[in-house]
C-alpha cells in the first residue's frame, strides 16, 4: 500500500505533533508518525514531555511544593494547620490524569486540524519516502514531498548503574514511586536530577546527589549557580561534586553505590531507591535507511543548517537529535519554522533568545550570556542585580530567596542576558526574552512602567541598576 503526503512528520512530541498541526493549518496534507505506548500498551502522543518528562514531573513537583508549604510555611501567615500529610498514590494518579488530559487533547488538535495519525515506527528511506511499521508488525511505504524528523531523545544510561526494576531507575520510575523513599540516591545534578531530587526531598527523602563534574551547574551563570547550591543546602539535598560512580549493587530492597569522591577515595552509599539523571542522547535508531542519504555526527546528532534542513532535499530534523538545548519549547518553535518554510514563507528562529528553566524552588531561569561567557569572549559588559528580599510583593508572600540579574552592553546598552533564581522565575524570564527579541536595551526596560506592587518589578529594578539607578536598593556608586 503506498500513501502520499506533503508531509510527514516521524515522532509526535512537541517538535513533531506542533510541527504537523502547523503544517496542516498552513493546507499541507500532513501525517505524524509516533510509536509511543504507554504501560497499558496504549498508544500516545506527546512524547517524553507529555507523557514522562515536563508535564508529569512539574505535577509532582507542584504537589511536592504544596505539601511542604502547608507543612512549613503557613503559620507565618497566621494558618495553622494539624497534622499534614502527603498520600503519594493520590498524588501520582493526579500526574496520570493530567497526562492523559493533554495526550488526548492533541489526538483532539490533530482531528480538528485534519492530521492523519500513524501509531508505530518510521523510518525516512531514499527518495523522501518514509517506511511505516505499525505495532503489529505490518509494514507499509508512505510517499511524501518533505519530511521532518523529530524522535525526540533517550536518557543516557551507565555501566556502573544499570537500570534495575524498579530501585535503579531514569526519570521515568522516578515520577512513579508509589511510597517515600527514606533514602534516595541520584546521579547528575542537571535539570532532572535536581528537580526530581526536590520533590521526593520535600516529601522526606533523605536525598544525596552524586555529581561528576567538579562545579556546580556550570551552565548558569556563577551568581545564580552558587545561590543555588546555597538554598539546596538548607533543604537538605545533600549534593557531592566530583563524585564518579564506579559501581552499584542490588541487595533486596536496596542499592549499593560506589563512588570516587573530589578527592579520588572510593566512598560507599546505600539507598533505597537510585535515580540515574547523567542526560540524554538523541534517539534515531531504526529511524534512518543506510541508503537515506541523512548524515549524522559522532554523537549521533542529526547535521542541519540554521533551518533545520538535513543534507538531503526535502528532509528536515528538529528538536533534540539536532544542535542546541535539549528543550521542548526550542523543538515546538523549529517545528512552526519548518512548516512554515515548506509551506513557501520566509521564517527564522532566534536561537540567541532560547530561555532556559529549572523547576525547582526557587526556579532558576536565564537567556542568553552568562557572565563568565562574555570574560572568556572579551566582550565589556556591565550589571544590574535586584534581590527579591527587597521586593514588597515577594515579602507580602514569603517568598524572597533570589535575585534577578540583568547583564547589557557597556556600550550599547543592549541586553545581553538575564538570570533569575526566585519563585516565578520561569515566568518572569519571559520578559527578558521579549526584549532580548527586539533588541531591546536596559534603559528601554528601565523606561517601562510595571505595575506595583508585583514581583515582576524586579526586572524592572535590575535594569535600572545596570546603570546605577535602582530606587529600591543601594546602588554601586552615585552619579
Same mark, same amino acid.
Given at each position: 500500500m503506498s500513501t502520499k503526503f506533503d508531509v510527514v512528520v516521524i515522532g509526535g512530541g512537541p517538535g513533531g505533533y506542533v510541527a504537523a498541526i502547523r503544517a496542516a493549518q498552513l493546507g499541507l496534507k500532513t501525517a505524524c508518525i509516533e510509536k509511543w505506548l504507554d504501560k497499558n500498551n496504549t498508544p500516545r502522543l506527546g512524547g517524553t514531555c507529555l507523557n514522562v518528562g515536563c508535564i508529569p514531573s512539574k505535577a509532582l513537583l507542584d504537589s511536592s511544593h504544596k505539601y511542604h508549604d502547608a507543612k512549613e510555611s503557613y503559620g507565618v501567615h497566621g494558618i495553622t494547620v494539624g497534622d499534614v500529610a502527603m498520600d503519594v498514590s493520590v498524588m501520582v494518579d493526579r500526574k496520570d490524569k493530567i497526562v492523559d488530559q493533554l495526550t488526548s487533547g492533541i489526538t483532539g488538535l490533530f482531528? !480538528?486540524?485534519?492530521? =492523519?495519525?500513524?501509531?508505530?515506527?518510521?523510518?525516512?528511506?531514499?527518495?523522501?519516502?518514509?517506511?511505516?511499521?505499525?505495532?503489529?508488525? =505490518?509494514?507499509?511505504?508512505?510517499?511524501?514531498?518533505?519530511?521532518?524528523?523529530?524522535?525526540?531523545?533517550?536518557?543516557?544510561? $551507565?555501566?556502573?548503574?544499570?537500570?534495575?526494576?524498579?530501585?535503579?531507575?531514569?526519570?521515568?520510575?522516578?515520577?512513579?514511586? #508509589? =511510597? /517515600?523513599? @527514606? #533514602?534516595?540516591? /541520584?546521579?547528575? !545534578?542537571?535539570?532532572?536530577?535536581?528537580?526530581?531530587?526536590?520533590?521526593?526531598?520535600?516529601?522526606?527523602?533523605?536525598?544525596?546527589?552524586?555529581?561528576?563534574?567538579?562545579?556546580?551547574?556550570? *551552565?548558569?551563570?556563577?551568581?545564580?549557580?552558587?545561590? !543555588? !547550591? +546555597?538554598?539546596?543546602?538548607?533543604?537538605?539535598?545533600?549534593?557531592?561534586?566530583? &563524585? #564518579?560512580?564506579?559501581?552499584?549493587?542490588?541487595?533486596?530492597?536496596?542499592?549499593? /553505590?560506589?563512588y570516587l569522591d573530589a578527592k579520588g577515595e572510593e566512598q560507599k552509599q546505600t539507598f533505597d531507591k537510585l535515580i540515574v539523571a547523567v542526560?540524554? +542522547?538523541?534517539?534515531?535508531?531504526?529511524?534512518?535507511?543506510?541508503?537515506?542519504?541523512?548524515?549524522?555526527?559522532? #554523537?549521533?546528532?542529526?547535521?542541519?543548517?540554521?533551518?533545520? @534542513? =538535513?543534507? /538531503?532535499?526535502?528532509?528536515? &530534523?528538529?528538536?533534540?537529535?539536532?544542535?542546541?538545548?535539549?528543550?521542548?519549547? +526550542?523543538?515546538?518553535?523549529?517545528?512552526?519554522? *519548518? &512548516?512554515?518554510?515548506?509551506?513557501?514563507?520566509?521564517?527564522?528562529?532566534?536561537?540567541?533568545?532560547?530561555?532556559?528553566? $529549572?523547576?525547582?524552588?526557587?526556579?532558576?531561569?536565564?537567556?542568553?550570556?552568562?557572565?563568565?561567557?562574555?570574560? &572568556?569572549?572579551?566582550?565589556k559588559y556591565k550589571v544590574g542585580k535586584f534581590p527579591f528580599a527587597a521586593s514588597g510583593r515577594a515579602m507580602a508572600a514569603n517568598d524572597t530567596t533570589g535575585f534577578v540579574k540583568m547583564i547589557a552592553c557597556e556600550e550599547t546598552d543592549r541586553i545581553l542576558g538575564c538570570h533569575i533564581i526566585g519563585a516565578g522565575a520561569a515566568d518572569l524570564i519571559a520578559q527578558a526574552v521579549i526584549a532580548m527579541e527586539f533588541g531591546s536595551t536596559a534603559e528601554d526596560i528601565a523606561l517601562t512602567v510595571f505595575a506595583h506592587p508585583t514581583v515582576s518589578e524586579a526586572v524592572h529594578e535590575a535594569a535600572l541598576a545596570v546603570d546605577n539607578h535602582a530606587i529600591h536598593i543601594a546602588n554601586r556608586k552615585k552619579r
Open positions: 482531528k !480538528a486540524n485534519g492530521v =492523519t495519525s500513524f501509531e508505530g515506527m518510521g523510518k525516512v528511506l531514499s527518495s523522501k519516502k518514509v517506511e511505516f511499521t505499525a505495532h503489529d508488525g =505490518t509494514v507499509s511505504v508512505i510517499e511524501t514531498e518533505n519530511v521532518i524528523l523529530a524522535t525526540g531523545s533517550v536518557p543516557v544510561n $551507565i555501566p556502573p548503574a544499570p537500570r534495575t526494576g524498579d530501585i535503579i531507575v531514569d526519570n521515568e520510575g522516578a515520577l512513579d514511586f #508509589r =511510597t /517515600v523513599p @527514606k #533514602r534516595l540516591g /541520584v546521579i547528575g !545534578a542537571g535539570v532532572i536530577g535536581l528537580e526530581l531530587g526536590s520533590v521526593w526531598a520535600r516529601l522526606g527523602s533523605e536525598v544525596v546527589v552524586l555529581e561528576a563534574q567538579d562545579s556546580f551547574l556550570s *551552565v548558569c551563570d556563577i551568581d545564580v549557580a552558587k545561590e !543555588a !547550591a +546555597k538554598v539546596f543546602k538548607k533543604q537538605h539535598m545533600d549534593i557531592r561534586l566530583g &563524585a #564518579r560512580v564506579t559501581g552499584s549493587e542490588i541487595n533486596g530492597e536496596e542499592v549499593n /553505590v560506589t542526560g540524554r +542522547k538523541p534517539f534515531t535508531d531504526g529511524c534512518l535507511a543506510a541508503d537515506s542519504g541523512v548524515k549524522l555526527d559522532e #554523537r549521533g546528532f542529526v547535521f542541519v543548517d540554521e533551518q533545520c @534542513k =538535513t543534507s /538531503v532535499p526535502g528532509v528536515y &530534523a528538529i528538536g533534540d537529535i539536532v544542535r542546541g538545548p535539549m528543550l521542548a519549547h +526550542k523543538a515546538s518553535e523549529e517545528g512552526v519554522m *519548518v &512548516a512554515d518554510i515548506i509551506a513557501g514563507h520566509k521564517a527564522q528562529m532566534n536561537y540567541d533568545c532560547i530561555p532556559s528553566v $529549572i523547576y525547582t524552588h526557587p526556579e532558576l531561569a536565564w537567556v542568553g550570556k552568562t557572565e563568565q561567557e562574555l570574560k &572568556a569572549d572579551g566582550v
